[in-house]
Each structure stands twice: as C-alpha cells, then as structure tokens.
C-alpha cells in the first residue's frame, strides 16, 4: 500500500498540493502503478483550489485523492515561494503526453471516460497516428444526466472487464473529481481527471506556445480562444486566488 505521507505536499487554501515536478510523478506512477489501481488522481488548478477553499466536501474530495498535481503556474510558483524548491507545473495533457509516450514499453492500456462522441472518435484517431502502438481499451460518452445505478454499474463492469491501467476522465471540474471519488476502490485502474485533455489531444483546442506556458499565462491563452465561457471564472477565481493563496497565504 503507497504511504500518501511519502508524498511530498503543500497546502494551498487547504488542498494539499503535490510539491513534485513531472520526471519525480512519471517514476511514481511506473514504480506503483499496481497499488494505484482503484484511487485517483486529481489535476488541480486555480479554480479547482478556490472551489475547494469554498467547499469542503470538494476539499475533501481534493484531499481524498493519491495527490493533487499543481497543473495551475500559479500553484507551483506559490509552492516554491514557500520553501519547494523542487515544485514545478505538471499539467494534465502534459503527463498524459507522457504516459502515452512509455506506454508501449510498459504495455499499459487506457480507458476514455467522458466528452462527446465526436470528440472520441477524434481523440482515438489522433492518439493511433502519434503512438500507433497505443492500446486502448475503451471509450465511453456519458449521456447528458446522471447515470441510474444499473446504468453506472453495467458501465463499471465493462471498464473492468478492459483491464485498463489507465481511466481517463474527461467530464471537467468539479463534476470529473466527484465521479473518481464515487467510484474509488470500484474500479479495477488509476482514474485521472484530465479536463480538457481529451479536447487537447482530439485538437479541438489548442495549446498555448511554450513560452506562454512558461509564464504561467496558458489560462490567458484558453481566455482568448474561449472568452465569453471562461472570461467570468478567471476573473472571480484569479482575484479571489491572489488575495487568499498570495496576499494572505492560506
């Protein structure tokens, strides 16, 4: 059984941050993808941080998971102003760039959960022309509202009975987070909720440059390509993110 209290943390407005960097989560995950079976993994941001401050059993939920990995600059660049070092961005498309990467080696398989039909059938397209020895199990488009109980454990059963390593969640926060946390210990593979990943890799959005990401301005860049969607949530959870995490330090 993995120690969570090996897991080097930062608490954040009370979401215990990973304080890692990708190569450190990349040998984590080989070294004990075994024991990860059943748990999960949160990709935390900005806005993810400010609704745990805001909502306990959201913060539970954060706090419940393997790790939080700080996919938000802010949230690293907070965690080295408080003594690690070490803490460095990891976002969601970027470890699943490279699990994708080392999955022929490792012969891991992976399960879609989540987007739109379209998107998936895009996403499996893409993923086969960049990794052509990808495995992938299955994918799943959850309907527009929620699953009844024989729903939910006929789908339970079918991603077992993939033997996935990997279930990737894309159903976006925080509605991604609570379904990992319902189905803990159901499910037979790591749960990583990656939000906009599968749009990312289906290249329905695209990413910012590099030297944006650098700067911690890749939300500016998803601000430009999604205005009238994310103006209001960048603006409410930046301001409310610099006055409690940086001028208050909580």
């Known amino acids: 059984m993995i120690d969570k209290n090996s897991i080097p943390t930062c608490n954040i407005m009370g979401v215990n941050i990973a304080a890692i960097n990708m190569d450190w989560l990349i040998d984590f995950t080989v070294d004990n993808i ?3 079976s059943g748990n999960y993994l949160c990709v935390s941001n900005v806005h993810t941080t400010v609704m745990s401050y805001e909502d306990k059993d959201y913060c539970d939920i954060q706090n419940g998971a393997i790790m939080a990995i700080p996919d938000g600059g802010p949230l690293s660049s907070v965690g080295r102003n408080r003594g690690f070092a070490d803490m460095s961005r990891t976002t969601g498309p970027d470890y699943m ?3 994708f990467r080392i999955s022929e080696e490792y012969g891991y398989r992976h399960y879609f959960y989540g987007s739109t039909e379209e998107t998936l059938k895009k996403l499996e397209i893409k993923l086969k022309n960049k990794y052509p020895s990808i495995q992938i199990s299955g994918m799943y488009s959850p309907p527009f509202r929620k699953l009844s109980e024989e ?3 006929a789908i339970v059963q079918v991603i077992n009975n993939s033997n996935a390593d990997f279930i990737w969640i894309g159903l976006g926060a925080p509605k ?4 990992m946390a319902n189905h803990k210990e159901k499910l037979n593979g790591f749960m990583v909720g990656v939000g906009a990943g599968f749009d990312y890799f289906a290249d329905n959005i695209k990413r910012a440059p590099v030297w944006m990401q650098k700067l911690n301005l890749e939300w500016f860049y998803r601000l430009m390509q999604e205005p009238k969607r994310l103006f209001k949530r960048y603006f409410v959870t930046n301001t409310k993110f610099i006055w409690h995490a940086i001028i208050n330090g909580k």
């Open 176 to 179: 991604q987070e609570i379904w």
């Open 97 to 99: 760039a490279e699990i």
């Open 34 to 36: 075994d024991e990860l």
């Open 151 to 153: 729903e939910d454990n």
